[in-house]
């Protein structure tokens, strides 16, 4: 059973740092490329950036572009996103998930919160 | 930056009613389209892609139609598991970008 697993979320002050990781379960981490997508509260969807299989090619919407960055360890199945200068308005449960062909996500963690707050 | 506008934002059904959510691209976008569903406080999951190929283990009452910037949802025959808020979602060009969400309720 394929299995997504995020963490590190909190609370943070503007301005502040987070990383977040998630650990993958029940396939070859290493062969899919994968995701982050953030939910703010009350409102829809945003993807937030995807990396290659062998994490040699990120990818990132703009808004983000420079204050986050994408990695993965595929000795641990993990996948992280740091989150640098943290703003209020990037509040939101942050989803990991697989991307299939860095195309549409058929597999999702359950979320990490993450609340900028001073 | 590929905008995508679902219609309507919300619907009130009954069990049993045929549903249908509409997804308009701002340009054309050759069937990269995918759905998901999403209950409250949980992820959402994957229902189609291509925007007709059901996922594997999805219901067959949900389908999936359309074309250049127009797609469609259809649950022919809603179940009280269907009430959620449905998403659409490009992958024609990056950004991937949703829709806004249709939230399903209870009539």
């Known amino acids: 059973e394929v299995q997504l697993l995020e963490s590190g979320g909190g609370l943070v002050q503007p301005g502040g740092s987070l990383r977040l990781s998630c650990v993958a379960s029940?396939?070859?981490?290493?062969?899919?490329?994968m995701s982050w997508v953030r939910q703010a509260p009350g409102k829809g969807l945003e993807w937030v950036s995807s990396?290659?299989?062998?994490?040699?090619?990120?990818y990132y919407t703009d808004s983000m572009k420079g204050r986050f960055t994408i990695s993965r360890d595929n000795s641990k199945n993990t996948l992280y996103l740091q989150l640098n200068s943290l703003r209020a308005e990037d509040t939101a449960v942050y989803y990991c998930?697989?991307?299939?062909?860095?195309?549409?996500?058929?597999?999702w963690g359950q979320g990490t919160l993450v609340i900028v707050s001073s | 930056d590929i905008q995508m506008t679902q219609s309507p934002s919300s619907l009130s059904s009954s069990v049993g009613d045929r549903v249908t959510i509409t997804c308009r691209a701002s340009?054309?976008?050759?069937?990269?389209l995918a759905w998901y569903q999403q209950t409250p406080g949980r992820a959402p999951k994957l229902l189609l892609y291509?925007?007709?190929r059901l996922e594997s283990g999805v219901p067959s009452r949900f389908s999936g139609s359309g074309s250049g910037t127009d797609y469609t949802l259809t649950i022919s025959s809603l179940q009280p598991e269907d009430f959620a808020t449905y998403y659409c979602?490009?992958?024609?060009?990056?950004?991937?970008?949703f829709g806004q969400g249709t939230k399903v309720e209870i009539k």
């Open positions: 340009q054309g976008i050759s069937n990269s």
């Open positions: 998930a697989r991307a299939q062909g860095l195309l549409y996500f058929d597999c």
């Open positions: 291509v925007a007709s």
């Open positions: 979602q490009q992958y024609y060009s990056s950004p991937r970008t």
């Open positions: 029940g396939f070859i981490f290493s062969n899919y490329p």
């Open positions: 990396i290659s299989g062998s994490g040699g090619t990120t």
